[in-house]
């Protein structure tokens, strides 16, 4: 798992910290291998919820940053337009292509690579009406990087590999992007760069910590890595929809299976390039470039951990939980005493109506009754 740097300085400068959390005190790059127990029941992620808010200024800084970020991108879900107006594929009713929690993880990983100083700027491959640009826009504003927003603007090119696919799907036009970028998201923070990827990334030349791929197809993807990749910064990282946990990943690397991830596996052993793969959520795949024996990614059961549970990282609110549980606590006391009152009064009343019943067709009688 990752964590920022401040945070890491903070366990390893604290001895009891570090005596607990071994492994985290020892990280010495943004990618590191991190031994297993950290992440069972993400204890680091546990601790950072509870004592460690109090106790660090990196964490709640840190916490602050996913739980706001979280937000926002829910916000602009909520408000940003559903329907697609010019649909042509079932995938492409809705004008939304991700979802908030998926864009958590790129998040997550900005914040982390910014903390130890990875340099570059966010490519995003694949805009269509610019919902997850708005979010990225927000991260990339927060964390002072550009965000490079490429995209045909015409929808996907014609490809010869996947029949599930067609020319124009995923349409959203520059404008209409821009619109949305304008109303949802950082305009100031966003470069487009316009045109099919074959030809608009030739000679791409800028610094990047991120590709973020959103092309569904085979050819875009390679397109994309033949021209970017080596832009790429060390300890630079690639998330790519379209790869799928069960389908396309195995023993940490994926498979040549159809689409990005027959791309990336492609190019990686065409280049000889070492990496690893592991899958998010929702049919997203990281992938790290690192050196062979590296285990270099995110668990992304400590990442759901830390989303689900932001939001409670805040001292008061917790006391008010707290309080709030011992009130429940309280109250099923209660409710239990009734309850057996209740069921006491009504056997009572049973016993007594069956007595009735059974002394009105003679099979009861009261002591002294002849
Ligand atoms: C599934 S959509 C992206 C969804 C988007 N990330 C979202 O959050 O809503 C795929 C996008 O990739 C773009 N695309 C795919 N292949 C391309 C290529 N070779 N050149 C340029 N754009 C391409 C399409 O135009 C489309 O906008």
Known sequence: MIYPKDIVEFVAGDPALRERFPAIASIESVNVTINPPEEENCRFEQYMLSEGYDRSRAIRKYLHFLASTYDIFNEIFQFFPKQNQNSSHKDDVSAIGTAPFELFYHALYLYCLDSWGVEGDVIECGTYKGFSACCLSWVCSYLGRRLIVADSFEGLPENETDPYYKKGDFCGQIDEVKANIEDFGKIDQVEFVKGFYETSLQGFNRT???????????????????????????NGVIISHELFADRDFADGLLKPTIGPSKALHEFFSNHDINYQAVPLENGSGLVVPCRPGERLLISSKCVQYVRDNCRQADGQLRQQISGLEHDIGHWHNEVDKLLALYRSTIDYKLRQGAKLVLGKIGLYRKPGDV
Request: hydrophobic share 55%; aromatic share 12%.
């Open 208 to 234: 990047l910590c991120m590709i973020w791929m959103d092309v569904d197809l085979f050819e875009s993807a390679t397109d994309i890595l033949t021209n970017a990749f080596a832009k790429l910064s060390e």
